[in-house]
């Protein structure tokens, strides 16, 4: 039998469904702390903010935080730089200094003389330390609900859960059967559609990770100007998109995540030649609600199914 329990995490809403020992749920949400205390910005004792604070010299760190970085420096050189984990001092410039639902309230001041320079940092995985330069900062944002839900997964299987479905924030990663007999076993994953109540697609899943990025959501204002946490690593400023929101779906989340980054930087009209550069399927949401779909999305598509997460 599947239990499921909801829960806040990393900023987002997160939902564990476990298929098997239902005591997994615990587990699955300290593990997920556990990340989040390793890997959050706007958390002075973690890593990943020692990292920022010792720029120029090796910080040692734990091996999920070496596969976290690992995992982000490979993207950037996958999509040729347009998916970049150093873009820290253009979101604290963009007021995002300080957890989201802060932003909103109180943009930032925005002052901050960090530049980008993934091609700068350092790892030593037999040493298990990290070292950026001493000008750049690291943003764990775009990959790390992925990879955390990554992880999740194949903890609880590896725990002996049947079947697990993570979902942080809208990056999913299933494994493992359903316990659903009628669709053979597969999970169904809804992909919300940024301008209306329902889904831009439901799709069915044996294995894999579907995840979403859009710019409809953590936005602000500053001085009648608003902005966005996706950042145009060629301008260091907020995206600007004919396209609302990109949805991938990979083998991984972590993949999936730095997937939709690449196609939002994409030139307008590529986006989905993007995500299939990268091994992806996927869909587009213009600005007028119109749907656009990778050739081969439809293996996945399902209709009237009930969803899982």
């Known amino acids: 039998?599947?239990?499921?329990?909801?829960?806040?995490?990393?900023?987002?809403?997160?939902?564990?469904?476990?298929?098997?020992?239902?005591?997994?749920l615990d587990v699955a949400r300290r593990r997920v702390d556990d990340l989040e205390q390793r890997w959050s910005r706007?958390?002075?004792?973690?890593?990943?903010?020692?990292?920022?604070?010792?720029?120029?010299?090796?910080?040692?760190?734990s091996r999920e935080t070496i596969e976290l970085v690992r995992r982000a420096v490979d993207g950037w050189q996958r999509t040729g730089g347009r998916f970049d984990p150093t873009v820290l001092g253009d979101l604290v410039r963009a007021g995002y200094d300080r957890p989201f639902e802060a932003v909103v309230v109180r943009p930032g001041l925005g002052v901050c003389v960090l530049r980008r320079d993934c091609g700068g940092i350092r790892l030593d995985v037999d040493a298990s330390t990290v070292q950026l330069p001493a000008h750049t900062g690291f943003d764990p944002g775009?990959?790390?609900?992925?990879?955390?839900?990554?992880?999740?997964?194949?903890?609880?299987?590896?725990?002996?859960a049947d079947g697990a479905c993570?979902?942080?924030?809208?990056?999913?990663?299933?494994?493992?059967?359903?316990?659903?007999?009628?669709?053979?076993?597969?999970?169904?994953?809804?992909?919300?559609?940024?301008?209306?109540?329902?889904?831009?697609?439901?799709?069915?899943?044996?294995?894999?990770?579907?995840?979403?990025?859009t710019t409809a959501k953590r936005a602000w204002a500053?001085?009648?100007?608003?902005?966005?946490?996706?950042?145009?690593?060629g301008t260091g400023r907020s995206l600007r998109s004919p396209v609302v929101a990109v949805t991938a779906v990979a083998r991984e989340a972590a993949d999936a995540e730095v997937a939709t980054k690449a196609a939002f930087l994409a030139p307008p009209g590529a986006e989905l030649a993007?995500?299939?550069?990268?091994?992806?399927?996927?869909?587009?949401?213009?600005a007028d609600g119109g749907t656009r779909r990778s050739a081969?999305?439809?293996?996945?598509?399902?209709?009237?199914?009930?969803v899982t997460a």
């Not at 039998?1 to 997994?24: K, Q, Y």
């Not at 706007?42 to 760190?61: K, T, Y």
């Open 1 to 24: 039998m599947a239990a499921e329990a909801r829960f806040r995490a990393m900023g987002s809403d997160a939902h564990v469904v476990v298929v098997g020992d239902p005591g997994l």
């Open 42 to 61: 706007f958390l002075p004792d973690s890593e990943i903010s020692r990292l920022n604070r010792g720029r120029g010299a090796p910080l040692r760190v």
């Open 142 to 160: 775009g990959i790390g609900k992925g990879l955390a839900a990554d992880l999740v997964a194949g903890e609880l299987l590896a725990a002996g």
């Open 166 to 213: 993570v979902n942080i924030g809208g990056d999913v990663r299933v494994e493992g059967s359903s316990d659903d007999a009628g669709l053979d076993g597969r999970w169904i994953v809804a992909v919300d559609h940024p301008s209306g109540p329902a889904p831009a697609a439901v799709v069915a899943l044996t294995a894999g990770a579907v995840a979403t990025s």
């Open 222 to 233: 500053v001085d009648g100007e608003w902005r966005h946490h996706l950042v145009d690593p």
């Open 274 to 286: 993007a995500l299939d550069e990268l091994g992806c399927d996927g869909l587009v949401v213009d």
């Open 296 to 306: 081969g999305l439809h293996r996945f598509l399902v209709e009237n199914a009930e």
